[in-house]
């Protein structure tokens, strides 16, 4: 497979937006693509999941946010640019992408951090283009940029993929966010992979409360399908696995990647209504 990358330096309309493109040919979908706190998009672990996620047809468009140069010389949480500004820039970013290759299906897709700035940015604004959002390790219980990290994830109105490691206490109680993804029904439990990984994968349906159209009439229903968990045993933030486990830090990097393919081409073939895919 050949991929290609193109780097895309700052811009007078996007001063503070240096990118990364990663293409495979013929991709399925493009990700906008935010980084965590952390780990700037050149990052050695946004890389790998780059390419995973190439080699599954999907294309990445990474992007940094005005702080992240800062990065190089150590990370503290008092670097973090205002949640405005996160937000003006992956607002950036998605329209860039959009300029970009506007003929692909487009998911956005956040890490850690980014997952909790791109989810905050779809449920304040309409963003009819957005197919979906992957959150990759949400931190409901990092309250650097919200004091309530999980009230806005009814009011998204797109399908959302999260991806979790159980072994991650420190950023996501994992109880708490099925609880919120799972107001409705309880979910199923779905059946180990093929490739022999037991899983705790659930999906679930949750439709998001709404407020009221005019003269208090109901807003149409949104589709079933909108939020699905899939659960990595023993992984970490990281996706990094204990030194005695019989897989690899790639391997539960495949998974996510694997993982998130399956999910676009659900969403991207899904009627409306549809019953959640099992990850």
């Known amino acids: 497979m050949n991929l290609h990358q193109s780097t895309f330096p700052s811009t007078p309309s996007s001063p503070h937006l240096p990118a990364l493109l990663l293409q495979p040919q013929n991709p399925i979908a493009l990700l906008v693509f935010g980084h965590g706190a952390g780990t700037p998009m050149r990052a050695p672990l946004m890389h790998h999941m780059a390419e995973a996620l190439a080699h599954q047809g999907i294309a990445t468009f990474r992007y940094d946010y005005p702080y ?5 010389d150590g990370y503290t949480e008092d670097l973090i640019d205002p949640l405005e500004v996160l937000l003006a820039t992956t607002r950036a970013a998605i329209q860039h992408a959009r300029q970009i290759a506007p003929y692909l299906p487009l998911f956005l897709a956040g890490r850690s951090m980014s997952a909790q700035v791109m989810s905050l940015l779809l449920a ?15 931190p409901n219980r990092w309250r650097v940029l919200l004091p309530d990290t999980v009230a806005h994830l009814p009011n998204v109105p797109v399908p959302m993929l999260f991806i979790q490691g159980t072994r991650d206490p420190e950023y996501c109680d994992l109880n708490k966010l099925q609880t919120v993804l799972d107001q409705r029904r309880p979910p199923p439990v779905i059946p180990a992979s093929s490739a022999g990984t037991q899983h705790h994968a659930r999906s679930q349906r949750t439709p998001p409360s709404r407020s009221p159209g005019p003269a208090g009439a109901p807003t149409p229903p949104l589709p079933a399908h909108l939020h699905t968990l899939h659960v990595i045993p023993d992984a970490d933030h990281a996706f990094q696995l204990p030194p005695d486990s019989s897989r690899t830090h790639h391997d539960a990097i495949r998974e996510s990647a694997t993982t998130t393919a399956t999910w676009i081409h659900h969403q991207l073939k899904a009627p409306e209504n549809a019953p959640p895919h099992p990850s």
Do not use: A
């Not at 992240?68 to 190089?72: D, G, T, V, Y």
């Open 68 to 72: 992240s140069h800062r990065l190089q």
């Open 124 to 138: 304040r604004e309409p963003l009819p283009h957005v197919r979906g959002l992957i959150c990759y390790v949400y």
